[in-house]
């Protein structure tokens, strides 16, 4: 099959194609990270630069006139990212070369850079490095290529934009000058030498895999307390087709829906049963949005299972889809990469917040989700008209199956929580503490569900226009009346905190107070949600 050419990849970027830029990444990130490093003489803000250099070049590429001079574009916009940087740093040296470099005959005026950042512990080593940063400019950027991504002479030519024979004598030259300043060290060749000290500092095997660092970092108390929703907020972030988190909780119905296990044991206690997503949810935000998700189950004591999640896992990260993965402590966690072809794992975890986790796959949660091919979704005022139609449905049906599971929805979830909190003194300890779980999971969850409606019944009333302007306006102003609700329930010592100081009859009494209202809220805002579907015509 004929190789892409450089043009053709970039018009398959332009038009979508991640893959294409992967190659393009691929292609030239040796090229990049060498002339990042022939600038700075820093290896790990090299590997820095290089990945801003590839992100400025995507976002920037229709600036792009010839896409078949397209490395001699990178080149450039690598040199304005490293000048960038010296600017910050360096900026000696910035003024030095500021204005006086061409880029197009490597006229680059010689400098003597810094000590290095980090000493190396062999002393040849620091010679070799020493050396080769004294070179000039013209030497050591063709030989820097040359050695540190193993490129041909003809890929050194073709990415400065010289002739072949030029590459060739520019780096034959640089040898002997090597040869010369090493003298006192050695008297072979100098080239195993060269090599040995570029190998140490080789771009990792995953460069091109780190366009998915861009997915945001995850946390409670941000305002996205629906793991579900957050995680998937964050996993669509770096793709073509990202979707907002209010969109995301409006589309599948949870900014609104309500959810409590039928049962007559402690064990239907389960927070995620209680307030995570079901099939309903994933088929709702497929449909929405068109992002399919698939459901694998890992089992980490099966050697084949794991190894196929690993499998699966680098295909999806290598297509630019992050992975959405349960932790067993009900965390929500973002695998957004990978290291060492994928036996480490890189995740965000709404429990570590900013701080990124890494992982073994077998030390993943028991369930994932991957984000699949997109195909057609809904229009967004379809998917809009079907959440108001989820809304509803979910306050007005008493109860359902939802997975392996039976659930009391709407109205009949909150009375049957209330009784269970009435009901509270005479259950055992351990059915206690898993009653205080739930009870703070579902009260935490269903606060940020609300105050989420708010937001997305406003912004959608405008959308569908006519009278769900006023309509939609007023459930949202509703809403905002059991968010001010809550929130004075919160600010109450021992009410919904969930603790074991925490329940007592008083805090229980006050908790079936706050939901009795609750109800009456909930009841008035879905009313309104019902005028508004009920004025649409048939076909939405």
Known sequence: MTKATDGELVGLTRG?????????????????YALAYSLTENWAESQDIAQETFIRAYVNLDGL???????????????????????????????????????????????????????????????????????????????TMFHLDGLSYQKVADFLDIPLGTAKSLIHRARAKLKGALAGY???????????????????????????????????????????????????????????????????GL????????????????????????????????????WPLRVHFLQGDDVANVEQTRTDIVKSIDEGRAVLAYEPELNMDVVYGYEQGGKMLLLRDYAKGEEPLRLSPSKLGFLMLFIGDRGEAMSRREAIIESLRIAARNWR???????????????????????????????????????????????TTIHDARKTAVTYLREIAEELGGEAVEALGRAADIYAEEVKL??????????????????????????????????ELEEKAIAEIERVLEQLPADG
């Open 186 to 252: 050695a008297s072979e060749e100098v080239t195993p030498m060269v090599q040995e000290v570029f190998d140490e500092h080789r771009l990792p095997e995953e460069f091109a895999q780190k366009v998915l660092d861009n997915v945001p970092t995850l946390g409670w108390g941000t305002g996205r307390e629906c793991t579900f929703a957050g995680a998937l907020e964050a996993a669509l972030t770096p793709t073509d087709h990202p979707y907002r988190y209010s969109d995301l909780l409006g589309f599948t």
């Open 16 to 32: 979508g194609d991640r893959d294409a830029y992967g190659e393009l990444v691929a292609r030239y990130q040796g090229h990049v």
């Open 486 to 519: 809550f929130d004075a329930a919160a600010a109450e010592p021992q009410v919904f905190i969930g603790s074991a100081e925490g329940w007592t009859d008083d805090a229980g009494r006050r908790e079936r107070e706050v939901l009795t209202r609750a109800i």
């Open 397 to 443: 049906r008493e109860r359902g199956h939802a997975g392996p599971g039976e659930y009391w929805y709407g109205r009949a979830a909150l009375e049957h929580w209330m009784a269970d909190i009435e009901g509270a003194e005479e259950l055992s300890e351990e059915d206690l503490d898993q009653l205080r779980s739930v009870t703070w999971w579902n009260f």
């Open 65 to 143: 006139r010839d896409p078949e001079r397209f490395p001699a574009w990178l080149r450039r916009v690598t040199f304005s990212v490293a000048m960038k940087w010296l600017k910050a740093y360096r900026p000696g040296l910035f003024q030095q070369l500021d204005g006086r470099v061409d880029l197009d005959t490597l006229e680059i005026p010689d400098f003597r850079p810094g000590p290095p950042e980090v000493v190396e512990k062999r002393e040849l080593a620091r010679a070799v490095q020493g050396a080769i940063g004294e070179l000039p400019a013209k030497y050591r950027v063709p030989l």
């Open 255 to 290: 900014a609104f829906r309500t959810r409590w296990f039928c049962g007559d044991d402690g064990a239907r206690w389960c927070p995620s049963c209680a307030v995570g997503e079901m099939e309903e949810e994933i088929a709702a935000v497929e449909k929405a949005t068109g």
